[in-house]
């Protein structure tokens, strides 16, 4: 059974652990305390996890620790050409591009929101204003692509892992103090994302 080292709070987690649940796939949940006590950066962990990254997943001798990587593998191996379109390659790139907005994501709102939960440092006026930045891109771009009949980051009928790797970093940015109100294409889109069959809620996440 896949085994999924996690923290409840944890953006990334959430975006695992929403996948798993849209697929239908069990797992086991083993629990890792990121704050206070920091389990994440201990001897033990760092031997599973050298960069002491959250959330690392395990499948028999496989073992995943970047977000990217976990969810690329999931689609491929359990979500069929729906998750996984492997014969279009320019699909393919656009979910990789939206992958790596992820991570931009994580770097600034992601970021914002766990300096301000747990007192980390961070320049925070610096890290909002490129995070409302990346919102604005997105929100042009999802109401262009709602105008061309096209309800998510990737065209087409069908969300992709690109829409679950962004989406918990945008609908909780508001916990790291920026608004979405000004946002309305994604509004709408984060709504789409929560009647999605299977939608899992985290601490901060409600459903529809």
Known sequence: MIALHDY????????????????????????????PAREHEGEEFRALSPMASLPVLVDGDLVLTEVAGILSYLAARHGGADWYPAGDAAQLGRIGDGLALSARLAAT???????DGMMLPLDGAAARAEAKRLLRVID??????????????????RPSIADIA???????????????????????????????????????????
């Not at 409840?8 to 704050?35: K, Q, T």
């Not at 771009?141 to 009928?157: K, Q, S, Y």
């Open 140 to 157: 042009e771009r999802l109401w262009f692509g709602e105008a061309a009949g096209d309800d998510w980051l990737c065209p087409g009928p």
């Open 8 to 35: 409840d709070l944890s953006a990334e987690g959430y975006a695992v652990r929403l996948f798993l649940a849209l697929l239908g796939l069990d797992y086991r949940l083993l629990p890792v305390e990121f704050y």
């Open 109 to 115: 709102a992601g970021a914002v929101r766990l300096a």
């Open 166 to 208: 962004c989406f918990p970093h945008i609908v909780l940015a508001e916990e790291g103090d920026i608004p979405l109100i000004d946002y309305p294409a994604i509004r709408r889109w984060l709504d789409r994302v929560r009647r999605l069959p299977g939608f899992v809620v985290m601490p901060g996440v409600f459903g529809a």
